[in-house]
């Protein structure tokens, strides 16, 4: 089974400054793990994957995140913030093999970006 | 690029009403997910298909149906609306062939209330 924690509900940062996003999972196989923002009123839309081919992923809109499979970990980042990135933040694992494509989701992080 | 589509964007429907929510997707994916979302929960996953006519609860399956009777379309079914059912309902499509987890792409969401 898997499970996924985002650490913190909401993050407030100021433009121009680093933006970190947590995200911790829980896989008894090894995780396929996604990225996904979700502007208002919108739908979800990809920011980045991990599948095992590198431990640094790189993304859209200048974000990246780097697995660390000691500290179950895919943290999020963005060297500087622009007012655009204001939205909410989904992590997601999956378990690949027979999952039928099937993703357990974090709670979300809404992320403001102040002037 | 993948399209997702659900038919309504808001949906106003009355208690004890049958309330029917479509999703169409243009790129021949196997697998197809709804899912619920509310502040605070992130996302729930209610069922998926991973074939027509091949249907699997998820999470949060009581109170719903879904009908997959071809590929592209996949509908989500309140037999009788309750108000506990108002909430942001999501459908996603990804690609189901190979050992890996493929993105989920997704629709823009439907609204609905239940008065």
């Known amino acids: 089974a898997q499970s996924v924690t985002q650490l913190g509900s909401h993050v407030s940062v100021s433009e121009g400054a680093l933006v970190l996003l947590r995200c911790n999972y829980s896989s008894s196989v090894p995780p396929y793990l996604f990225w996904y923002v979700q502007y208002p009123n919108q739908g979800l839309q990809l920011l980045l994957k991990y599948t095992s081919a590198a431990t640094l992923v790189k993304g859209i809109n200048g974000f990246e995140a780097e697995f660390k499979k000691s500290e179950t970990s895919f943290h999020l980042t963005k060297p500087s913030a622009h007012m655009s990135d204001a939205a909410e933040y989904f992590c997601?694992?999956?378990?690949?093999?027979?999952?039928?494509?099937?993703?357990?989701f974090g709670q979300g992080t809404i992320l403001t970006v102040h002037p | 690029d993948v399209k997702v589509t659900q038919s309504s964007r808001y949906l106003v429907k009355r208690t004890g009403e049958k309330v029917f929510l479509e999703c169409v997707q243009d790129m021949d994916h196997e697998n197809m997910f709804w899912y619920r979302q509310d502040p605070g929960l992130g996302l729930r996953l209610i069922y998926f298909?991973?074939?027509?006519?091949?249907?699997e609860k998820g999470d949060i399956p009581e109170g719903y149906s879904v009908s997959r009777e071809k590929k592209e379309r996949f509908s989500l079914i309140l037999e009788s609306a309750s108000t506990n059912q108002t909430s942001m309902y999501l459908c996603?499509?990804?690609?189901?062939?190979?050992?890996?987890?493929?993105?989920?792409?997704f629709g823009d969401g439907t609204r609905l209330s239940i008065l």
């Open positions: 298909s991973y074939d027509v006519k091949m249907k």
């Open positions: 996603a499509s990804s690609v189901g062939t190979g050992a890996d987890n493929q993105p989920q792409h």
């Open positions: 997601a694992v999956g378990a690949g093999g027979t999952s039928y494509g099937k993703l357990t």
